[in-house]
């Protein structure tokens, strides 16, 4: 297998990531072998850990769910001592539930936030 253009997959929600890691799975199992070291033989020159993936691929996994989030770190290599080569190209976005419970919470949060020079009468002007 080659690579020819670098390529990021944002995996959204718990059917988003377990796409991204059957994808990432594939993607291990074609470019580092079976026992992970394909990539260190072929290319010895770059440093790469059993089953790292080259940094051109990368992959962004963003859930609420923090189980299942830390569940897909889990599911992408064979071992957790493999752990560190997964890291340099799949990022886990935690702390992404939102702090309010309603739409005016939010309203409230976002107006303390504005500059008071680009906001008059309750509206805010670009």
Known sequence: MRIFDPMMFVGLGGTGCRVGVELERWLRDELCGPDGMDLIRNFSWQNYQPYELPSC????????????????????VPTEKEFPAAARTAHLIHD??????????????????V???????GLLRC
Do not use: I
């Open 57 to 76: 691929l990368q992959f962004v996994y963003v859930d609420l769910n923090e189980d299942e989030l830390n569940r897909t770190r889990r599911r992408v």
């Open 96 to 113: 992404v539930v939102p702090k309010f419970d309603s739409y005016p919470e939010v309203a409230r949060s976002l107006v303390g936030q």
């Open 115 to 121: 500059d008071p020079g680009r906001q008059r009468d």
